[in-house]
């Protein structure tokens, strides 16, 4: 708990004074003003979140976290629960979607295990930060304890720490663990006050009346839970995922460290909404990558007041939307650090 409490209070949000140089310099480059739209914007979040006024993305990385969830036994997947360990194997075998992704980005990659209901041995690109083999089922009870749920965000921030120890400055964050769709519906309507049946989607591949069944789910686990969801960390620990607190871990050990770290989709911004919850300045630091083509997802996104990058009809989940985001940023920030002033290019300005 020491470590979070730190993380939290040591959190400022982005440097105004950075990113205030930082709209000025886009001001005198050659394009006429507002040109490059959006790029332009992230350009310069990217300066306050960094607090540097012309940061170089040194090195990237994508984190995957994964964990089981006990409510997968309520039948609210396609899949059966033991998809989540063999997709860690897929993505250490380097055949997953995002490896494809991080590859073509040239970022690192990593997957974390907090909470998978198997054992790993320890092999090349897995961190085993398990907490307990897959969280309770949450129609019973809370999914996890509070200290479980401070562990994972704890081995979240951890991550954040050991990337900034090696230089990297731009993360992506990612999840897998079969039935977190369902966990991450639960917490946007404990946190937003959506009703399950207008959130709940077919996450990997749900019919309509499946999707009816896990709504039905989801509400009996508010229902259950009811008396922790004032508190934000109880309401992460009721209805959580291991994988998610880790990812909530992750974008404030991001953010304390001043890292650049970009949202994925459905379940990453259910972390991150999270992380917000437990730390408010958390919300100007974040950048959100896409629209998932889960549907809740814009109703969340646009009740948050997050604006995301790219639109792609993507609900994968692995972080696959937050890394191909990577070359945005890095084409906003070139184009914000290389492009020619004004004068230096002997363009003249516009006519006043």
Same mark, same amino acid.
Do not use: W
């Given at each position: 708990m ?10 400022q949000?982005?440097d ?6 930082a ?8 394009k ?7 790029l332009e ?10 607090g ?8 990237k990385?994508v ?5 089981d ?8 997947s396609?899949y059966?629960?033991?998809?989540t360990?063999?997709?860690v194997?897929n993505f250490?075998?380097g055949?997953a979607?995002i490896?494809?992704?991080?590859k ?19 092999q ?25 749920? &401070?562990?994972?965000?704890? $081995?979240?921030?951890?991550? @954040? +720490? ?6 990297i400055?731009? *993360?992506? !964050?990612?999840d ?5 769709t ?32 896990k709504?039905?789910? &989801?509400?009996?686990?508010l $229902?259950v839970?009811?008396? @922790? +969801?004032?508190?934000?960390l109880?309401?992460?620990?009721? *209805?959580? !995922?291991?994988e998610i ?13 001043r890292?650049?770290i ?6 990453a ?5 999270a992380?917000?919850?437990l ?8 950048i ?5 083509g ?5 109703m ?7 604006r ?6 993507l609900r994968l989940?692995?972080?696959t939307?937050a890394?191909l ?28």
């Open positions: 020491e470590l979070l409490e730190q993380t939290i209070n040591n959190i949000g982005p105004r004074g950075i990113m205030e140089k709209r000025q310099r886009q001001n005198i480059l050659t006429p003003l507002g040109s490059l739209g959006r914007e992230l350009s310069i979040k990217f300066c306050g979140v960094t540097r006024v012309h940061p170089v993305i040194r090195c990385r984190v995957v976290f994964a964990g969830h006990g409510v997968v036994s309520e039948g609210v396609a059966p629960k033991e998809v360990a063999q997709m194997y250490l075998a055949g979607g490896n494809l992704i991080a073509a980005v040239t970022s690192e990659f990593e997957v974390v295990d907090v909470g998978v209901d198997h054992e790993f041995s320890p090349r690109g897995l961190v085993r930060n398990k907490v307990a083999r897959g969280t309770k089922n949450f129609c019973n009870g809370p999914a996890m304890t509070r200290k479980q749920a &401070v562990q994972a965000l704890e $081995a979240g921030i951890g991550r @954040a +720490l050991f990337a900034d120890r090696n230089g400055n731009l *993360l992506a !964050g990612g897998m663990g079969i039935g977190n369902t966990a991450a519906s639960a917490l946007f309507c404990a946190y937003l006050g959506f009703k399950p049946e207008k959130i709940v989607g077919p996450g990997a591949g749900l019919d309509s009346k499946g999707i009816q069944h709504a039905k789910v &989801v509400e009996k686990a $229902a839970n009811q008396g @922790a +969801l004032k508190d934000p109880e309401t992460l620990a009721a *209805l959580g !995922g291991f607190a880790g990812l909530a871990g992750l974008y404030l050990g991001a953010c304390e460290r890292i650049a970009l949202v994925d989709g459905f379940i911004t259910a972390a991150a909404l992380a917000i919850r730390c408010p300045a958390v919300s100007e630091m974040l959100f990558s896409h629209l998932s889960e549907p809740g997802h814009k969340v996104l646009e009740k948050m007041g997050a995301p990058l790219l639109s792609l009809d989940g692995e972080g939307g890394c985001a990577m070359a945005l940023v890095e084409a906003a920030l070139n184009c914000y650090n290389r492009m020619a002033t004004f004068e230096r290019a002997g363009v003249s300005g516009k006519k006043k």
